[in-house]
């Protein structure tokens, strides 16, 4: 979808459909990714301040990321309301480690913290940047249900809101598109899943163990944009790491640690409805692993890299 044209007319008939749906309040949830951002936006131009802007802290954001939205909004002249929420989200998940049973929760938890969003503001209008893998994925087809994606299947029956998803029939390549044409800051950013680390954390989520994720990720974004910078390799189009529950036996100078293993994760896609494991060369993985352990010593003593497509596997590891 290259030709502007077309992605303006997507834009004009999307703020057109908006207006002629949205005659009240309406609420977004904006995690500052590219898909709830273009439905910000677009709804913001269409419903100018009948529309209230929620980012909700769940405590699975990565590394700097709720100041860098807050500044991101703030300049593009959308108020937004920072909500942290961290504490219910953490006490809701306690022992719970089946990837489908955290994604209902935390869908349940956002819209719990919607509804006291919308008794505040009186929205009747809840938008959302839900796009079409999202419901394909989550069942929405003839398919099986592959993941219950938080702003889909995680949605409870007794949601009191109106719900209107401008992105609806869009995929990821051509929302990126829509948010180059808006001007929007982050929409080079990679896709992050809207349960956030939670996904990335197998296994019980405890504030540690979360850290040390939003740690690991934080060291694999830095260096693959370098290395991609340097020339060494492209920049996948996803990239991040996991911390899987499986401990196994290292050593620290003369201490034996009984560690977990982080698992770093790049891949290309067009549009994560298929991806390849990305060719990374291994003096990039080595030095990821060592600045890894190094960061997470005693809770971290081993790295893998995992070289599975998408399918068999899926990209996130929950
Ligand atoms: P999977 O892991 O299913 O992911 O291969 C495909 C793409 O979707 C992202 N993803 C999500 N995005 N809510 C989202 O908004 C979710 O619940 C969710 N789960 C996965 C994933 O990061 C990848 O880009």
Redesign the pocket.
């Known amino acids: 979808m290259s030709p502007l044209i077309d992605t303006q007319m997507l834009i004009d008939e999307a703020i057109e459909s908006l207006e002629s749906k949205v005659d009240d309040t309406a609420i977004i949830a904006c995690?500052g990714?590219i898909?709830s951002t273009v439905a910000a936006v677009l709804a913001h131009r269409a419903v100018g301040r009948l529309l209230h802007c929620v980012y909700v802290d769940t405590g699975f954001m990565r590394k700097g990321e709720t100041g860098e939205v807050r500044e991101m909004f703030k300049e593009m002249g959308i108020d937004l309301q920072v909500v942290d929420a961290s504490e219910r989200f953490f006490i809701s998940l306690e022992g719970i480690t089946d990837p489908e049973q955290k994604?209902k929760v935390?869908g349940e938890q956002f819209i719990r913290v919607f509804e006291e969003e919308q008794a505040n503001c009186g929205a009747k209008y809840l938008v959302q940047?839900?796009?079409a893998?999202?419901w394909i994925?989550s069942g929405g087809g003839e398919r099986d249900v592959?993941?219950?994606?938080?702003?889909?299947?995680?949605l409870p029956d007794d949601v009191d809101l109106m719900i209107v998803e401008p992105l609806r029939e869009f995929y990821?390549d051509e929302v990126r598109e829509i948010a180059r044409s808006l001007g929007i800051k982050s929409s080079e950013r990679?896709?992050?899943?809207?349960?956030g680390l939670a996904?990335r954390v197998l296994g019980d989520l405890t504030r540690n163990r979360v850290e040390a994720c939003r740690e690991a990720c934080h060291i694999v974004e830095i260096r693959l944009q370098e290395a991609a910078a340097a020339g060494k390799c492209d920049l996948p189009?996803?990239y991040?790491a996991a911390l899987l529950p499986v401990r196994s036996v290292g050593v620290h100078g003369d201490t034996r640690v009984h560690g977990e293993t982080v698992v770093v994760r790049a891949v290309t896609?067009l549009d994560?409805?298929s991806?390849k494991y990305s060719d990374i060369p291994h003096d990039v993985l080595a030095s990821i692993s060592t600045e890894i352990t190094n960061s997470l010593k005693g809770q971290v003593n081993r790295v893998v890299y995992d070289i599975t497509h998408?399918p068999p596997?899926?990209?996130?590891?929950?």
Do not use: C, L, Y
Request: glycine fraction near 16%; charge should be negative; hydrophobic fraction near 30%.
């Open positions: 995690s990714g898909d994604r935390i940047g839900t796009i893998p999202d994925e592959i993941k219950s994606h938080h702003n889909v299947g995680g990821k990679q896709p992050f899943p809207g349960p996904v189009w996803q991040f896609s994560g409805m991806a998408k596997g899926t990209i996130e590891w929950e």
